[in-house]
């Protein structure tokens, strides 16, 4: 048993039987190599990382390998979903020595944590064109003790490059031409033939498709539509999307979305169900509600914790070390062996399932995706389509059942604050959009969680959220921006959907702990509070790239946007303004990274829309404002919150009502459900 076997990490606890004598990022450790005069071997994985299982069992569990390293570096393992601070900083260096990053990530640090030498995964043996791993140490070692002037010298240059990297901020002029810029960057990197952007690897950017919305919104531009629903359609039909069990993977390691990295994260599920619960209120389109319904199904059966509120962090990819996601693929007899002949043959023509598969590893197995659609499969097998519907629906059924009693990838339980913010504000838009009162009441049960277990009276919300009386094996991380920001803006959608002004509290109070101690003097907010720090965690970053979350200063510049509108103070949209003029120099260049950062500058220059509901005896009126797709809209409850730039407007109406103002000017007060419908569609609307 090394030092992990307290760790509250599921990944760390994973490596507690290792015959490596394991620390946790601590200060401990580094003084451990401060008065050994060791070098520092940094291990940074994650739970659902295929290839971090793979160096764990080839290196790691290795006994003659774990000897070598326990007698000359000592050992540090990170998880970096528990700690996406000191990952970021250290993906940033072994991205500058060698060129790329990921996970699992190998980084060589003095024992005052610089990095002098670092990769990625390095197999026992050399292959792949990789150094074997034993090498590189003995290599490393030799280095660090023949030539420690150099080290010591390239490691402090390589810490000052780093720190120029952090800070992301460069002061600009907020302009329309910043967001025409960005769009025509976008569509640049659009791929027209398989929609998403870029090539391969290729990840979902939902941000960058929900801007995208409401840009064809407000122009109307046809092609903005079109490169949405390419995106979004491919996605939806792709291998990338569990067509059986709902929810999607990581990324596709192809540019037809159809193999995909297998792991499932809750952040980019989160992002993904908002953006299509706004396509399909937008557009309609059923297949948009389909992806957002499985999502939801998925969560509910695999993620949450339904007794007490709370999304888990992931599902992994594989059960073992040679499996390449065998539970969610299907060798043709697998498949056909639990289907009847007709379901059989419509199965096979709707997820393409043959002899020949897509995996690489093993070719028999498929990866389900929608080669054909419902109407092509009634033509080729001379059948009505809604009999191929239900055709369709009960080989599904089977199948799910079937892969349910395969073993399952596992499901790391903990409860982050940032991306349980993130899935309870998407939970909630599933209730408006989707008619879905228990998505609603889980979402404000996780959030109740959020606020009893992570709340810090006086500091702010901890990135993990466990009950006081738990403490012990909780790692000393810094309180972190993102978790602020995204608590902060599901306080808020809180407050839009229940009234209830404990949420506004909430959101104000994290305001004033982003506003007091995350700002970085000269504009926009460090992603840490208080400077100092072990090793590279004394440098702060400032970041503003979607990566792949979306950038925590762009989503505090839309908290405090809506804060605005919900309030009218003017300090909050000051506040707005001063974060996004601190990037406004850099994003212009950044395309689909920089779109969460567009949304809220956009947000700033064409202003909120405010929507002050007064139903009677139903909630008809505030459905309607809540699931009707309008970008950029605040929905608040007649009188609530007194403070509110519109009480004077309403103050002489009586209920029912729905009053919707964009910028200086108000629609007329709709009195029923389709009246609001038609103003939010097209009240101050240029596209």
């Given at each position: 048993m090394n030092r992990l076997g307290g760790a509250a990490s599921a990944y760390l606890r994973s490596a507690t039987h290792q015959p490596v004598d394991w620390h946790p990022w601590s200060e401990d450790a580094f003084a451990a190599a401060r008065a050994e005069d060791r070098p520092i071997l940094l291990d940074i994985g994650a739970t659902w990382c295929h290839w971090c299982h793979v160096m764990d069992g080839e290196s790691y569990e290795d006994p003659a390998l774990a000897e070598y390293l326990n007698a000359h570096f000592v050992c540090?393992?990170?998880?970096?979903?528990?700690?996406?601070?000191?990952?970021?900083?250290?993906?940033?260096?072994?991205?500058?020595?060698?060129?790329?990053?990921?996970?699992?990530?190998?980084?060589?640090?003095?024992?005052?944590?610089?990095?002098?030498?670092?990769?990625?995964?390095?197999?026992?043996?050399?292959?792949?064109?990789?150094?074997?791993?034993?090498?590189?140490?003995?290599?490393?070692?030799?280095?660090?003790?023949?030539?420690?002037?150099?080290?010591?010298?390239?490691?402090?240059?390589?810490?000052?490059?780093?720190?120029?990297?952090?800070?992301?901020?460069?002061?600009?002029?907020?302009?329309?031409?910043?967001?025409?810029?960005?769009?025509?960057?976008?569509?640049?990197?659009?791929?027209?033939?398989?929609?998403?952007?870029?090539?391969?690897?290729?990840?979902?950017?939902?941000?960058?498709?929900?801007?995208?919305?409401?840009?064809?919104?407000?122009?109307?531009?046809?092609?903005?539509?079109?490169?949405?629903?390419?995106?979004?359609?491919?996605?939806?039909?792709?291998?990338?999307?569990?067509?059986?069990?709902?929810?999607?993977?990581?990324?596709?390691?192809?540019?037809?979305?159809?193999?995909?990295?297998?792991?499932?994260?809750?952040?980019?599920?989160?992002?993904?169900?908002?953006?299509?619960?706004?396509?399909?209120?937008?557009?309609?389109?059923?297949?948009?509600?389909?992806?957002?319904?499985?999502?939801?199904?998925?969560?509910?059966?695999?993620?949450?914790?339904?007794?007490?509120?709370?999304?888990?962090?992931?599902?992994?990819?594989?059960?073992?070390?040679?499996?390449?996601?065998?539970?969610?693929?299907?060798?043709?007899?697998?498949?056909?062996?639990?289907?009847?002949?007709?379901?059989?043959?419509?199965?096979?023509?709707?997820?393409?399932?043959?002899?020949?598969?897509?995996?690489?590893?093993?070719?028999?197995?498929?990866?389900?995706?929608?080669?054909?659609?419902?109407?092509?499969?009634?033509?080729?097998?001379?059948?009505?389509?809604?009999?191929?519907?239900?055709?369709?629906?009960?080989?599904?059924?089977?199948?799910?059942?079937?892969?349910?009693?395969?073993?399952?990838?596992?499901?790391?339980?903990?409860?982050y604050t940032n991306w349980n913010a993130m899935m309870a504000e998407a939970f909630l838009e599933a209730s408006s959009v989707l008619g879905r009162d228990d998505c609603r009441a889980f979402a404000l049960t996780t959030l109740e969680r959020l606020c009893a277990d992570a709340w810090r009276p006086g500091e702010g919300m901890a990135h993990r959220g466990v009950p006081p009386s738990t403490e012990s094996g909780v790692t000393d991380a810094p309180l972190m921006l993102d978790d602020q920001v995204q608590a902060a803006s599901a306080a808020l959608a809180a407050f839009e959907h229940t009234g209830d002004e404990r949420w506004l509290r909430r959101a104000l109070d994290l305001a004033t702990v982003i506003s007091t101690a995350f700002r970085d003097p000269v504009g926009g907010f460090f992603d840490i509070a208080g400077p100092g720090g072990t090793g590279f965690l004394s440098q702060r970053a400032k970041p503003i790239q979607d990566n792949p979350t979306p950038a925590p200063n762009a989503v505090s510049a839309l908290v405090f946007l809506r804060l605005h509108a919900v309030t009218g103070d003017e300090a909050h949209r000051a506040e707005a303004e001063a974060t996004l003029r601190a990037f406004a120099g850099r994003t212009a260049s950044l395309g689909v990274f920089a779109a969460t950062y567009c949304r809220a500058l956009d947000a700033l220059i064409r202003g909120m829309s405010t929507i002050v509901v007064a139903d009677t005896t139903t909630t008809e009126l505030t459905s309607t404002a809540l699931s009707t797709y309008r970008p950029r809209k605040v929905v608040l409850r007649h009188g609530y919150p007194a403070s509110s730039p519109l009480s004077p407007l309403t103050s002489s109406l009586s209920p029912p009502y729905a009053l919707l103002c964009s910028g200086t000017s108000c629609a007329p007060p709709a009195r029923t459900p389709p009246d609001l419908r038609t103003a939010m569609e097209s009240f101050a609307r240029t596209g």
């Open positions: 540090v393992k990170v998880d970096r979903d528990e700690r996406p601070d000191v990952d970021a900083r250290y993906q940033r260096a072994v991205q500058a020595l060698a060129g790329q990053g990921g996970w699992p990530l190998t980084a060589f640090l003095t024992s005052e944590g610089d990095v002098f030498y670092g990769g990625t995964y390095f197999p026992p043996n050399g292959k792949f064109g990789r150094p074997g791993f034993r090498a590189v140490l003995e290599g490393v070692l030799d280095a660090y003790r023949s030539q420690r002037p150099q080290v010591l010298e390239s490691a402090t240059q390589l810490r000052s490059h780093v720190a120029g990297m952090l800070t992301e901020g460069q002061p600009g002029e907020i302009t329309p031409a910043l967001l025409d810029a960005a769009t025509e960057q976008m569509a640049r990197a659009f791929d027209f033939r398989h929609g998403g952007f870029g090539t391969t690897p290729k990840f979902p950017h939902p941000s960058a498709v929900d801007f995208l919305l409401a840009r064809w919104w407000d122009t109307g531009e046809a092609w903005l539509r079109d490169v949405v629903e390419r995106t979004l359609t491919a996605m939806a039909r792709g291998g990338v999307h569990d067509q059986l069990g709902g929810g999607f993977h990581r990324y596709a390691t192809d540019e037809r979305w159809i193999v995909p990295h297998f792991e499932k994260m809750a952040y980019d599920n989160a992002e993904l169900l908002k953006v299509y619960l706004h396509a399909h209120a937008a557009f309609g389109t059923p297949l948009y509600r389909e992806a957002a319904e499985g999502i939801v199904r998925w969560n509910l059966a695999v993620m949450c914790d339904l007794e007490r509120g709370g999304f888990a962090a992931s599902q992994d990819a594989d059960v073992g070390l040679d499996d390449d996601g065998n539970y969610f693929t299907w060798t043709l007899e697998e498949a056909q062996a639990v289907l009847s002949g007709e379901e059989w043959e419509a199965a096979r023509l709707r997820w393409d399932i043959g002899a020949a598969g897509e995996m690489h590893h093993d070719p028999q197995r498929n990866v389900l995706f929608v080669a054909t659609t419902e109407a092509e499969i009634a033509q080729a097998l001379a059948i009505p389509e809604m009999k191929v519907a239900r055709l369709l629906a009960s080989a599904a059924d089977k199948l799910r059942a079937a892969r349910a009693l395969r073993p399952t990838p596992a499901v790391d339980r903990s409860l």
